[in-house]
Nanobody
Framework: VQLQASGGGLVQAGGSLTLSCAAS????????MAWFRQAPGKEREFVAG????????IYADSVKGRFTVSRDNTKNTIYLQMNSPKPEDMAVYYC??????????????????WGQGTLVTVSS
């Protein structure tokens, strides 16, 4: 599986930005997909996840109500809509995927495939 993340850039606090992650190489609909992020000097953390064809979603408390993860199965792509970003949301965002059981969705170590990361900078 190959993942290509895009959409990062500079966004003003309170604005909006949408990240995309296109998947190729495997039956996309059977894969759990997730977004993680890593800020400078910090560990990688879970942001949001979306299940396989059922589309169930889950979010980190820090982004709940502001970020929305979705998937377009016709395009083999997932999205992360970032509304009202805060300076603390600034990080490199990574998409990840695999045949990851839903109970492990928050655990980065359970995903074998990762995108290259896209940098999100939030100006205050």
């Amino acid at each position: 599986v190959q993942l290509q993340a895009s959409g990062g850039g500079l966004v003003q606090a309170g604005g909006s930005l949408t990240l995309s992650c296109a998947a190729s190489g495997r039956a996309y609909r059977t894969l759990t997909m997730a977004w993680f992020r890593q800020a400078p000097g910090k560990e990688r953390e879970f942001v949001a996840g979306i299940s396989d064809g059922t589309g169930i979603t889950i979010y980190a408390d820090s982004v709940k109500g502001r970020f929305t993860v979705s998937r377009d199965n016709t395009k083999n792509t997932i999205y992360l809509q970032m509304n009202s970003p805060k300076p603390e949301d600034m990080a490199v965002y990574y998409c990840a995927t695999g045949l990851t059981p839903w109970r492990w969705v928050r655990y980065g170590s359970k995903y074998p495939y990762w995108g290259q990361g896209t940098l999100v900078t939030v100006s205050s």
